[in-house]
């Protein structure tokens, strides 16, 4: 075992958020920005410098959490960093410019814990989110990582493992909600073809647009995932382990490989573990992209080698999977979570949640939405707590229109169900699901048929291409809702639409091809008056679809506000406006190709589309 680096005490630890959002907005230069200026001051003894995960609110990073304290800092920039080290960290003067101010008031909110952002979150999978160095080991065992390790390895059989994950109610995170706990039984129980091992895996294959909740915890504890494996490979006999994660997270890779080497360091993680001749190991394979990976069969072909392709079931990957042996795939989220649970006994966790939706689930907010980032919620929460308590409501105080759950096969989900409560079978009767946790926010400019067509276009065009009802389905459906947005629909398409969606539902090969139709029949279940409008009026609503606008400029407004600045005229593409300047402009309608420029380009609201 490594020897352990010795503790030393701080007055401040300066906790600077290294998620990947963060990072790109330059975070680690901040980082070495406070460690110059504290050597400066000589406070290089006093105050250390800690970079994390992702915390949170990625709306407001570049983020620094000040302990002691909780002193919450955001947006911060290089040139901030002299005046908030002399300030706060030699003098002792909490920088209010540095703070955040939410909309409605007029204060700064000092100490994260009084944010409406973080108010309402409980976290489990996200337990040590912005608290602890992900690179380094010591930090994770310090707020408990590992314990429930050695409480499963050393106290608890393969049975007693299980039974409190059945007790405790965790269903898996990554999609369609299968009760852990039996998953695990089926694994354990299955015989392993021509003797030998079974496997486990980890599932961090996120393909959904505006979904980062994997990504997140794997950059923030990487150690929580991979204790959660170790156990979990004890509670059902297996003897390897994969963490499947896509290459475009490399900083995830860089983490959890780093971390793995220091579990094995610590005889956490290899042979005989702890010394209770256990013996376990994982390894890291990198997909290449592509959405089908994160169905769990395709997932598998891909790290035997093969082309990511799903497969028929059964038999079941807890019947035979990599290789032909008893498979245990679980996501990133549902790994995080098994420790928390080990080591609060099951009825802690099952107080927590709904009757049937037990625990926390992590999400990420993005789209029209104020708040952009991570949360992590009780089951049962609805769905205006997340968008306006949490979330901060819509941007411009525009209406909320819809939101999208989980990812492109979930459903859209109208203004008028948002007391909805956030639960596995309260969103599939709403036509949704839970997914692994994204969530698209829509504002009233939304075209929720332009919204359809764009999740029909990254399902398609996903597509393995396996199996005929989702190869062609798709893009027949995709064809209908292309030809509705540019003014060319017909009424029968309605129908048509309705009856490709349910026939792929109930014939294609895997999940991903069965909740392809979902964002389609959710839109023609709440928002059919948008499609009729497309079809009948030849408009949309929304005013998204251009080829279906008329683009016009308002004479008195284009002379009295905007003095003819020929702005517009001088952006136009097809020479379809004239007018001189200080004078009246105009569109020529032949001309004009409904690109819409001339609208985007206006800043005295001169252009009018109908």
Aim: charged content about 25%; proline content about 5%.
């Amino acid at each position: 075992m490594a020897e352990k680096a010795k503790d030393k005490t701080y007055r401040l630890h300066l906790m600077v958020c290294a998620g990947t959002g963060c990072v790109s907005n330059h975070s680690y230069e901040i980082k070495e920005a406070l460690e110059k200026e504290i050597k400066k001051h000589g406070l290089e003894n006093e105050v250390t410098v800690v970079p994390t995960g992702c915390n949170g609110f990625c709306e407001r990073g570049p983020i620094l959490v000040v302990q002691p304290g909780n002193i919450f800092y955001q947006q911060l920039a290089v040139k901030d960093v002299p005046h908030l080290v002399e300030e706060h960290f030699l003098k002792g003067r909490l920088v209010s410019k540095f703070m955040y101010t939410p909309p409605e008031e007029k204060k700064p909110v000092p100490v994260l814990n009084d944010i409406p952002f973080f108010k309402k979150q409980v976290l489990i999978a996200l337990r040590n989110r912005g608290l602890i160095d992900p690179e380094k080991i010591d930090e994770s065992i310090a707020r408990d990582g590992y314990k429930a390790l050695v409480k499963a390895l050393t106290e608890m059989t393969p049975d007693k493992i299980i039974t409190e994950i059945t007790l405790s109610g965790l269903r898996g995170r990554g999609g369609a909600g299968f009760p852990t706990g039996l998953k695990w039984q089926l694994v354990r129980n299955a015989a392993s073809s021509n003797g030998g091992g079974k496997y486990i895996v980890c599932n961090g294959d996120e393909g959904d647009p505006g979904a980062f909740m994997d990504r997140s915890i794997l950059e923030a504890d990487p150690h929580a995932v991979i204790e959660g494996m170790v156990i979990g490979a004890k509670a059902i006999g297996a003897t390897a382990g994969f963490v499947y994660v896509r290459n475009e997270y490399p900083l995830a890779v860089q983490r959890l490989s780093i971390a793995l080497d220091q579990a094995r360091d610590y005889g956490l993680l290899g042979s005989d573990i702890l010394g209770t001749g256990f013996d376990f190991d994982i390894q890291i394979k990198r997909g290449a992209g592509a959405f089908v990976c994160g169905e769990e069969t395709a997932l598998m072909a891909s790290i035997e080698g093969r082309l990511g392709e799903p497969r028929p079931r059964p038999p079941y990957p807890a019947q035979s999977g990599l290789w032909g042996k008893p498979t245990c795939i679980n996501n990133v989220e549902t790994w995080a979570n098994v420790p928390m649970i080990i080591n609060r006994g099951a009825k802690w966790y099952a107080g927590i949640g709904t009757e049937t939706s037990k625990g926390t689930k992590v999400f990420s907010l993005v789209g029209k939405i104020n708040n952009t980032g991570l949360v992590e919620v009780p089951m049962g929460i609805s769905l205006r707590e997340i968008i306006y308590d949490i979330g901060g409501g819509i941007p411009g105080g525009k209406a909320f229109k819809a939101v999208q759950t989980g990812g492109p096969s979930g459903g859209c989900i109208p203004r008028e169900k948002i007391d909805l409560p956030i639960d596995y079978e309260s969103l599939t009767e709403a036509g949704s699901m839970m997914g692994s946790g994204g969530m698209v926010i829509m504002d009233q400019d939304t075209c929720m048929v332009d919204i359809a067509r764009y999740f029909l276009s990254f399902t398609h065009e996903e597509s393995c291409g396996k199996c005929t009802p989702c190869r062609e389905g798709t893009k027949a459906m995709l064809d209908i809702l292309t030809r509705i947005t540019a003014g060319k629909g017909t009424e029968e398409d309605i129908g048509l639409l309705q009856d490709l969606a349910l026939s792929i539902k109930d014939s294609a090969l895997c999940g991903l091809g069965k909740t392809a139709p979902n964002p389609v029949l959710t839109t023609l279940r709440y928002f059919r008056d948008e499609y009729e409008a497309h079809i009948r009026t030849k408009k949309c609503p929304a005013h998204v679809c251009r080829q279906l606008n008329i683009y016009t400029i308002n004479p008195e407004t284009c002379v009295k506000v905007g003095r003819g600045c020929d702005v517009c005229r001088r952006n136009c593409a097809s020479d379809a406006i004239t007018g001189q300047k200080n004078e009246a402009h105009v569109i020529d309608r032949a001309k004009c190709i409904k690109c819409g420029v001339c609208f985007d380009v206006c800043n005295f609201g001169a252009v009018k589309v109908d």
